[in-house]
């Protein structure tokens, strides 16, 4: 693709010496890693709304952000960003994207006009594709932004707005499949509740599960078969979010008998929102065999809501990786910088440092995990931590042949407990010195 809004060589790795800003110190995409190239652990992936739909406002102030588009409206703004999204993706060897529906084309004055609006952006999308070999990571539906879902959207209480959302759902579910989308998203932005004063909470979340069920059901129907992924977050916008926390979730699909249909998408910032290290989310997801994509991001720890800020925190990329890994991989899944950069950094250059740090950070975080791994750096401890339940009356209880009444003529004749240090600070030693030398 021709080079025009960035005017820029593609970014290439030139190695931790190098003092070139426009260069990758540790992303090599096809160096191999625990058997793999870089590139299919990491499956890094644009984020459309954050990067190219943005334009630096926050609750205090209005868009700072200068780019090449700003004056253009409607269809050809929408085409504009897409160019400099697809261009921007090329100068970065990244292969993925994600979108919302009106990220990638405007609202119209009635649902058909929006549908319509939308058509004529997946033909677009879909020749850049073409031209560049990027392929869609997932997609979803914005059911959060606009007035009619100030009650919610699938938790509404209007049932015009459900089936609204059942309108915009079916047709990103189609747009999904022709476009290759290897998952797709359910954030549930404004399905929660601010009072109980006027909220019937059972049938609102009956009415989420049976809304999920038909996405489901009409995905078979259509012959869409990426993952669906489900994004936890707690609090804001709403006071309290049915996606609090996958722990949350979790028990939600359980309930419905839908936790066969879908994983999770863990967003870093959301975990800690939530009150989780952005670890914890991701363990919470492998144990659990539903850890589907990440939400790469960071947030500001001094702040209290979702700065969605580039992520250059190595320590937690580091952990992130170390549970990827130990999922085995994260595909169809990907990385995906649901991330934006800061007021002040308001020219389109800033975009190409924003996503250069964080590919990097994760890139380094990726190598710290795998030698982690393939030293059995952490393993051991925690295998030693653990062994009184392979053997004797630890052993015991997790093959199932005691009860209480047992248990209690053993501690009657054991009661001089002896436990030993969990090393916390010394395994933390372990990790950053994996991390430096790295």
């Known amino acids: 693709m021709k080079m025009s809004y960035f005017n820029v060589e593609n970014v290439k790795y030139e190695g931790p010496k190098s003092k070139n800003p426009l260069s990758f110190k540790y992303y090599n995409k096809d160096e191999v890693i625990a058997g793999k190239p870089m590139k299919e652990h990491l499956r890094f992936a644009m984020s459309y709304w954050h990067t190219l739909a943005a334009n630096g406002s926050d609750p205090f102030g209005l868009g700072t952000y200068v780019r090449a588009w700003d004056g253009l409206e409607g269809m050809e703004l929408a085409k504009e960003r897409a160019k400099a999204g697809f261009e921007l993706m090329e100068i970065l060897g990244m292969e993925y994207y994600c979108f919302h529906d009106v990220d990638v084309a405007p609202?119209?004055?009635?649902?058909?006009?929006?549908?319509?609006?939308?058509?004529?952006?997946?033909?677009?999308?879909?020749?850049?594709?073409?031209?560049?070999?990027?392929?869609?990571?997932?997609?979803?539906?914005?059911?959060?932004?606009?007035?009619?879902?100030?009650?919610?959207?699938?938790?509404?209480?209007?049932?015009?707005?459900?089936?609204?959302?059942?309108?915009?759902?079916?047709?990103?579910?189609?747009?999904?499949?022709?476009?290759?989308?290897?998952?797709?998203?359910?954030?549930?932005?404004?399905?929660?509740?601010?009072?109980?004063?006027?909220?019937?909470?059972?049938?609102?979340?009956?009415?989420?599960?049976?809304?999920?069920?038909?996405?489901?059901?009409?995905?078979?129907?259509?012959?869409?078969?990426?993952?669906?992924?489900?994004?936890?977050?707690?609090?804001?916008?709403?006071?309290?979010?049915?996606?609090?926390?996958?722990?949350?979730?979790?028990?939600?699909?359980?309930?419905?008998?839908?936790?066969?249909?879908?994983?999770?998408?863990?967003?870093?910032?959301h975990a800690t929102l939530a009150g989780h290290t952005f670890q914890h989310e991701l363990h919470t997801c492998r144990i659990n065999d539903v850890l589907g994509s990440i939400d790469a991001n960071q947030g500001d720890m001094l702040l209290g809501w979702d700065t969605d800020q580039f992520p250059t925190n190595i320590y937690d990329s580091t952990l992130a990786m170390y549970e990827v890994l130990k999922n085995g991989g994260i595909a169809p899944g990907g990385l995906n910088f649901d991330s934006k950069l800061r007021r002040g950094s308001f020219e389109l250059d800033d975009l190409l440092y924003g996503y250069i740090a964080g590919m990097d950070n994760f890139a380094k975080g990726l190598l710290a995990a795998a030698k982690l791994l393939e030293e059995n750096a952490l393993e051991e401890y925690v295998d030693k931590r653990y062994k009184s339940y392979t053997q004797g009356i630890g052993k015991d209880i997790v093959d199932g042949k005691v009860g209480l009444k047992e248990l209690a003529e053993y501690a009657l004749e054991n009661d001089q407990i002896v436990n030993e240090s969990g090393r916390q600070e010394l395994l933390e030693t372990i990790v950053n010195d994996y991390i430096y030398n790295a």
């Open 107 to 269: 609202e119209g004055k009635t649902l058909q006009e929006t549908l319509d609006n939308l058509d004529e952006m997946v033909d677009y999308l879909e020749k850049l594709q073409q031209e560049t070999g990027v392929k869609l990571l997932w997609a979803t539906s914005n059911m959060f932004s606009h007035p009619r879902f100030v009650h919610g959207a699938a938790t509404s209480c209007n049932a015009d707005v459900f089936a609204y959302c059942a309108a915009k759902v079916k047709k990103m579910l189609e747009v999904a499949k022709r476009l290759g989308a290897e998952n797709y998203v359910f954030w549930g932005g404004r399905e929660g509740y601010e009072t109980l004063l006027n909220t019937d909470m059972g049938l609102e979340l009956d009415n989420l599960a049976r809304f999920l069920k038909m996405a489901v059901d009409y995905a078979e129907e259509i012959g869409f078969t990426g993952q669906f992924l489900i994004e936890p977050k707690p609090k804001e916008p709403t006071k309290h979010q049915y996606d609090f926390d996958t722990a949350t979730v979790l028990a939600f699909l359980r309930k419905y008998n839908l936790d066969g249909y879908f994983k999770m998408n863990i967003e870093a910032n």
